[in-house]
Each structure stands twice: as structure tokens, then as C-alpha cells.
């Protein structure tokens, strides 16, 4: 008998125990983390392109075939060397014929000379009419304006014979030849491009663009951290030197241009090459933070109030302009209102904080907290079974209102 009796003690002490574990809990279950202290940096991204400090474009004035080439890929150049000659023989023939040109008309200039002289001596003398050298004097006047523009037409054409040599204009080395010998180039419209040549490699500049919501706090002098993809595990530095004020429209997406000096003594970095930047626009040794989910959470009850009231909005918690910096805290002057969990409490009371800067992950508090509060960032439903791990607040994972 008192074997049955203790078994049925047993029995009815694990049942106990099985409810309990899978009974559903009538309160909510809120998920908090501690306010903590810590550094903070804000950071604004964004994505540009490598380029020479100095780029030239060396093109060609007039249109042949390109005879010699006296440069190539990576040939360092001094400005004035000979980097390309265009075939001078049709030039060479031109200045020939206006050479020739311009002495037919200096013999036509002396003969008019002799016969305007010849008409005024004959005029004097009363043996020829006013009208004869009046004619004299205006053939003189035209032999001379026509050798005027036969010198013209000389000197255009030594002037095409020169720039059938094409100079460099800059020291630097040749990044992109795009020619080769035996082509024809035409200038007829546009001047064709024949190299392009980087100055100096060793300092190089990023021409970032950077979207409107984020170019309010960017300034000339920040530090810049950037990457590329060549070398991924390292990370380059520069500085912003000009933030310019033209706007680039695409999409309906404005970004507005921001020059940063890039120190290349190594040479590592190309032209071309995609730069993943990240200007550090504020920084904090020793901020008091709490995570951004805390700042998104909202109890049920309020959630509710809001809904009830058309067109209402809970005080300093308006939406967050969005951003590549890590977000730009809402409401007026920066005031937000998140939801203490004091020891004890069953539910969370609400509080006004002043935010600072943001990470992306947490949010700089500078007035409403301290460190060691418990801030809400999340809650399981009633019918959650107890041990179930709550959900990461950094990962949305979990049940949030």
C-alpha cells in the first residue's frame, strides 16, 4: 500500500512539473539590455572612383595616319618629348604650294607698285586721266591685301605641319594609349584622343559621391578611412578637400560630388579603382549608448492610444530620415522617447532622452540615462513558453511593437 502511495505522489509531482514547464505565462515577457558606456563613431559611407590628381587627355588637331608612336603603356614622359607623329607628307606639300602661292603675289604686288608709279608720274605731267591712276592705286592696294593673306595661308599651314608632332604637354606616364601605328585619325568634328597621362600617381584624389541626406555634416579637412577591392584586408586614409556644390541627379537621387586627397607613395592604388569610403563626421571616447532597437520599441498600449487617434504621433518619435551615416535621431531636437524597466516593475515606464550621434547599432544618449539602466528593446507574446531564447534585439529577430 504505501508502495502505490508513494508512486502516486510521484506521478502527480512530475505532472505538476510537465505543466508548469508548458503552462503559457499571462504576463509579458520583456527583453531588456543595460545602458552602457563605451566609444562611439559616426560614420557617413559612400562609393567613388580613384583618379589622377592631374589627367590630360593628348589629342590631335588634324586628321592622317599616324606614322610613329614614341610612347606606349606606362612610359614615364617629360613635357615637350615627342609622344606621336602623323604622316607630314600631304602637310609638307601644302606649305610648298603656299609658298609658292605667296611669291606669285609678291610679283604681283611689284608690278602693281611700278604701274601706280608710272600713272602718277604721267598724271603730273598731264599726259594720262585722274581715272588711269586712280585704277593703278586700287589694283596696288589689292595686290597688297592679297599677299597678306597668301602669308596667312603659309603660316596656317606651317602651323598643321607642327602638329603633325604630337607633344606632351605635362611630365607624367602615359595610363591609356589608343591608337596604333598605321591608323587614320579624324578631327574633322572632335579632336580624336590619342593618350592619356597621369601627372603624378604618387597623389591621387577620390571623387566620391555622396547622397543629400548625408552632405549636411561633411566638411573640408575630416579624415576619410577608405578600402578597395584589390587589397580587401586593408584600409587606406585620406583627407576631404573640396566639397563641391553641383548636383548630380539619377533616378531622382541627388549626390553631390566630395574630393578627397589620397597619399599613393606606394603606388598600390590604380586609377579606376572603386573606393568603398567612410568619412568620420563625429566621435565620442566615452558615450553613454543604448542600442537602436530600444529607440524602435513601442508597448502595445501605445501602439494602440496612436492608432485610436488618427493622424496623432507620439511626441519626439517621428520617423528617422534615412541615411548612410548610421541615422540621424528623430524628433525635436533630437529628444525620443524610449521605455525604462525598472527592478521589480511589471511594466515598463516611458522616458524622454536627448540623443547624440549613432553607429548604425546604438545611439549616443546625452541627457535621460544612465549606466546600469534596463531599456526595453523587445517582448515575447503571453503564449510564449518559458525557456524559449529570446530573439537577438540586434538581428529583428522575435515578436516587436
Known sequence: MKKWLALLVLVAVAGGWWWFQHRGSDAPQYQTVAVTRGEMTQLVT?????????NVTVGSQISGNIQKLFADFNSPVKAGDVVAQIDPATFQAVVHQMDGDLANARAALELAQVTAGRKKELVTQHASPQADLDNATATLHQAEATVKIKEANLEKAKVDLDHCTIHSPIDGIVISRSVDVGQTVAATMNAPVLFTIANDLAKMQIDAAVAEADVGVIEVGQKVDFSVDAFPYRTFHGDIVQVRNAATTVQNVVTYDVVISVDNADLKLKPGMTANVSVIVAHRDDAVKVPNS?????????????AATPGSATPGNGPRRPGSGGGRPGGPRGERKIYLLPPGAAKPEPATVKLG???GVATEVTEGLKPGDLVVIGMTAPDSKPGTPPPNPLSGGGRRF
Open 46 to 54: 559612400a562609393t567613388g572612383a580613384l583618379n589622377p590628381v592631374v
Open 357 to 359: 550621434i549613432s553607429d
Open 294 to 306: 530600444a529607440l524602435r520599441f513601442r508597448p502595445p498600449e501605445a501602439l494602440e492610444g496612436a
